[in-house]
């Protein structure tokens, strides 16, 4: 059975930092994705990332300021977020898929395609 599970988040003030992790469980994935959703608003992508870390793409929202990696040998991704806005405030999801990420690709920032979510991680940004 697959899980993920996410932890990491929390409150902090603006300008500081937290960093996210997402443990998978069950079977390793190629494409891994972070999505967040504000209340009352639709969820958004975050970040992706291939199997061998070589391709990333991030929202425009979050470029420069925040990191995905992932370590495979503990089928694990993270993400740091620094430079943190309250406009970053959210509940941050971790998902996964088996299609590989490549460049060019133009799925990535889609929730349908992912095939496995977790529970999602609060951060609250306060100003």
């Known amino acids: 059975q697959v899980q993920l599970v996410e932890s990491g988040g929390g409150l902090v003030q603006a300008g500081g930092s937290l960093r996210l992790s997402c443990a998978a469980s069950g079977r390793p994935f190629s494409t891994m994705g972070w999505f967040r959703q504000a209340p009352g608003k639709e969820r958004e992508f975050v970040a992706a990332i291939s199997w061998s870390g070589g391709t990333t793409y991030y929202a425009d929202s979050v470029k420069g300021r925040f990191t995905i990696s992932r370590d495979n040998a503990k089928n694990t991704v993270y993400l740091q977020m620094n430079s943190l806005k309250p406009e970053d405030t959210a509940v941050y999801y971790c998902?996964?898929?088996?299609?590989?990420?490549?460049?060019?690709?133009?799925?990535?920032?889609?929730?349908?395609?992912?095939?496995?979510w977790g529970q999602g991680t609060q951060v609250t940004v306060s100003s």
């Open positions: 998902a996964a898929v088996r299609t590989p990420l490549v460049g060019g690709a133009t799925w990535y920032w889609r929730p349908l395609p992912y095939e496995y």
